[in-house]
């Protein structure tokens, strides 16, 4: 049965690289990409920071034992207690000393680490606009990618149609030049023109070909895999949109990345100016003791004591080497605001410039495709002539230079289509 199961999910992977979509392909590279799962473990540490600085709230509990064996004990002279006309001396301790305590402290008031805990939530929403920010950009890479595979096996269709017209031209040369309507020359020629047609549909394949591989490294796909993209050119020709326009989105993730930078060195103001704050603690502890002049533990001499109380400490030297980290975090917020500003005004700039590139392209695709209709029936009537003899080849070939020239202009003003809409996609966050 594990075995079914592996062959199925394998024949369902083959069907859906063989029947691949854009939105199949961003799909599969989002979930595959090493470098966004890499970005994933940022989050992932950011929030156990955070997990680690709520956990400093928790009491610190601490046991301790502590044996000690006196070799001679202490000796206290007395004055005043005389014996035989000298001062007495007293001999205090036992051999034996043993101690085992427990201790307490658990924070009650501690600014920093109230502000420490803002920090590192703050850090958590950081990495995640830094983990957006990569997702867009790598989503961007494998729309250019796909289309870039899509607009290749465009240039190899081309290059192969061109190969058959080629073709047909040498046909009926060879067909005049059998009965004797044309020089061996125009024959020639054609077989030239022939052979160079199908060394640039070889190039073209081949380009194509390392698209495809391109593609398959973004999607981390396996170099030995086969994949057919089931989509084509007219697929997304319905998005061309003449004179389209899109309001300015101040949503980005890398502005954000700034806000989210200006609020945390914010946070680290506050904690500056915090530090003359005490912190205070409940502590407490249990002491029992055992004195005597034996190891004899189990008996009746264990004597214990314990007590609380408060503890307040006030970092006095702390206090004044902060005067540095809270100017630090004064210059920090200043630039955070000059880097805000430059980044909005950034990215209205990018806005409008993509948007007229756009607009632009999207406008040149509508007439590359009427002069590539044209173009189709100017040579159709030229081919039609030149089979009835009424134009000579090098006429129709002139022809066919222009069908060429029209056909790759229409391509390369899809190709400026897509990249115009990626651009500007990305630019909107609109991904």
Known sequence: MPFLLLGTNVNAQDEYLQNLTLERAIE??????????????????????????????LPEIEASGNVKYNTQLQTMIIDGLEDEGQNSNL???????????????????????????????????????????RVNSFKKNIIEAFFNAIIKRELYFKHKNNTLRKSEYFNITNSKFLLKSVLENDLLKTKLDLENSKLSEIEAKQNYNLAIEQLKYLLNIDANTEITISENIDSYLKLVVPNNTFESKINRNDLNQLKIQYETNGLRLQKANNCFLPTIS?????????????????????????YVGLKMSLPITSILKNATARKESIIKIEQDKILIEQKEKEIDNEISKFNIEFSNASNSIIIAENN?????????????????????????????????????????AIYNFFIAKINLDKATNNF
């Open 91 to 133: 001999t205090i301790g036992t051999k034996n000393f043993t101690s085992l305590a427990l201790d307490l402290s658990q924070p009650i008031y501690k600014p920093g680490l109230i502000t420490d805990i803002k920090i590192s939530k703050s850090l958590v929403l950081l990495e995640k606009e830094k983990y957006n920010e």
């Open 282 to 306: 409940l502590i407490a502890n249990y002491t029992s003791q055992y004195q005597s002049e034996d190891f004899k533990y189990i008996s009746k001499f264990w004597s214990p004591f314990n």
């Open 28 to 57: 599969l590279g989002l979930k595959n990409g090493l470098e966004l799962k890499s970005s994933q473990k940022n989050i992932d540490l950011a929030n156990n920071n955070v997990q680690k600085q709520k956990k400093e709230w």
């Open 372 to 412: 590539l209709k044209l173009s189709k029936d100017v040579f159709k009537t030229q081919l039609e002539m030149y089979k009835l003899g009424t134009v000579t080849y090098t006429s129709v070939l002139e022809t066919e230079i222009s069908l060429n020239t029209t056909e790759e202009n229409y391509i390369k």
